[in-house]
């Protein structure tokens, strides 16, 4: 008995790698303050709790340092959300009820990621033309 065909021809590299695979795409340059909400004692806090380890590692931090990040614990069996105020004054919400950790970041970089300004690239490649006017 033969397995059925996937699609794919190699196999993925796990969830591990897609969670970094999206960390490093993240971008906190648009990003005014990060709000994260959350009750510990429910089932559904373990992956906002995983997506702000990840959130808050040097390299996504360093990319904005001035983005401030706020976490509140309650305890009245809220959803765990996340609200993100953006430079421009507007504000968007993640309601994490039923979603992974993965799912969480990929909506981050969907909707957030693309709002940061594209860095410019400045070409210092200097021409034989270049070196014979010095």
């Given at each position: 008995m033969s397995l059925a065909f996937s699609g794919s021809k190699s196999k993925s590299a796990g969830v591990v790698s897609a969670i970094r695979k999206q960390t490093l795409l993240l971008n906190l340059k648009p990003i005014k303050?990060?709000?994260?909400?959350?009750?510990?004692?429910?089932q559904n806090a373990v992956t906002v709790r995983n997506f702000m380890y990840?959130?808050?590692?040097?390299?996504?931090i360093n990319t904005n340092p001035s983005c401030i990040v706020r976490n509140q614990v309650v305890n009245d069996r809220s959803e765990p959300t996340i609200d993100v105020t953006l430079t421009n004054g507007e504000s968007i919400l993640f309601k994490c009820n039923n979603l992974t950790t993965l799912e969480i970041l990929q909506q981050f970089n969907k909707h957030i990621t693309p709002l940061a300004p594209q860095e410019e690239v400045v070409d210092?490649?200097?021409t034989k033309a270049d070196k014979k006017k010095r």
């Open positions: 303050k990060v709000s994260v909400k959350f009750d510990p004692f429910s990840y959130f808050l590692s040097p390299k996504v210092t490649a200097v």
